[in-house]
């Protein structure tokens, strides 16, 4: 079974500037969170996708961001403009609709770099 | 405001010794802890879960305890191995829905010494 994984795993862009993320999740499951880590701080929670419904976007830091998931597949991570401090690492995960445990898979991150 | 606090950056342990990874939380309604391991360039892997109505649970070398009244659990690896380095992060989550979102710590960077 392949794994969470995400494009590209590093983008340098200037301040200003937009930049997309993808994630494709594990086949077959409806949940798809992104979380986002600040160099040395913890990982944060953006926004819950629940096939291509939003189910909760509460971490999501403004209106720079949009996050989408047409067709409950993969889902994309857009930032316009990108400002210096929406540096960071930014982690897609995935995870099944189930009662039981809360097993989210993560991907190996989107290093963004905002000069 | 953090409500999960891992409040050792770093933490050095001989090889074949216990390792001990403290965290702590704030929020009444966590009732679903968890622990990810990290190696540089990957994402967080899941490693050990306790639920709220246990107060240990064991998976091979990884041991998770958990004190409710003192809002307190611990991560025991033993003995230590060299690919036991890696940062963990402590994590939480509410009961209620299982598919919610994870608070996560700021991590511990594990260092296993030769």
Same mark, same amino acid.
């Given at each position: 079974?392949?794994?969470?994984?995400?494009? @590209?795993?590093? =983008?340098?862009?200037?301040?200003?500037?937009?930049?997309? *993320?993808?994630?494709?999740?594990?086949?077959?499951?409806?949940?798809?969170?992104?979380?986002?880590?600040?160099?040395?701080?913890?990982?944060?929670?953006?926004?819950?996708?629940?096939?291509?419904?939003?189910?909760?976007?509460?971490?999501? @830091?403004?209106?720079?961001? *949009?996050?989408?998931?047409?067709?409950?597949?993969?889902?994309?991570?857009?930032?316009?403009?990108?400002?210096?401090?929406? =540096?960071? /690492?930014? %982690?897609?995960?995935?995870?099944?609709?189930?009662?039981? /445990?809360?097993?989210?898979? %993560?991907? @190996?991150?989107?290093?963004?770099?905002?000069? | 405001?953090?409500?999960?606090?891992?409040?050792?950056? +770093?933490?050095?342990v001989?090889?074949? $010794?216990?390792?001990?990874?403290?965290? #702590?939380?704030?929020? +009444?309604?966590?009732?679903?802890?968890?622990?990810?391991?990290?190696?540089?360039?990957?994402?967080p892997?899941?490693?050990?879960?306790?639920? +709220?109505?246990?107060?240990?649970?064991? #998976?091979? $070398?990884?041991?998770?305890?958990?004190?409710?009244?003192?809002? &307190?659990?611990?991560? &025991?690896?033993?003995p230590?191995?060299?690919?036991?380095?890696?940062?963990?992060?402590?994590?939480?989550?509410?009961? $209620?829905?299982?598919?919610?979102?994870?608070?996560?710590?700021?991590?511990? $960077?594990? &260092?296993?010494?030769?």
């Amino acid at each position: 079974e392949a794994g969470v994984t995400q494009f @590209p795993s590093h =983008s340098v862009i200037e301040k200003g500037q937009t930049v997309t *993320l993808r994630c494709d999740p594990i086949s077959g499951h409806d949940n798809l969170y992104w979380y986002r880590r600040v160099m040395g701080k913890e990982i944060k929670f953006l926004l819950h996708f629940v096939k291509e419904s939003k189910q909760d976007e509460s971490g999501m @830091p403004n209106n720079r961001f *949009l996050a989408e998931r047409t067709g409950g597949t993969y889902s994309t991570l857009k930032v316009q403009p990108a400002e210096l401090e929406d =540096s960071g /690492v930014y %982690f897609c995960a995935s995870s099944r609709i189930q009662g039981g /445990v809360n097993e989210q898979y %993560f991907g @190996p991150g989107t290093r963004l770099t905002v000069t | 405001d953090q409500q999960v606090k891992q409040n050792s950056p +770093s933490l050095s342990v001989q090889e074949g $010794r216990i390792s001990i990874l403290n965290c #702590d939380y704030t929020n +009444s309604m966590f009732d679903y802890f968890l622990w990810y391991k990290k190696y540089p360039a990957e994402g967080p892997t899941f490693l050990i879960s306790i639920s +709220s109505i246990k107060d240990k649970n064991e #998976d091979g $070398r990884f041991t998770v305890f958990l004190n409710k009244s003192a809002k &307190h659990l611990s991560l &025991h690896i033993v003995p230590s191995q060299p690919g036991d380095s890696a940062v963990y992060f402590c994590a939480a989550s509410a009961e $209620r829905n299982r598919d919610d979102k994870i608070i996560f710590g700021k991590g511990t $960077r594990l &260092h296993i010494l030769p």
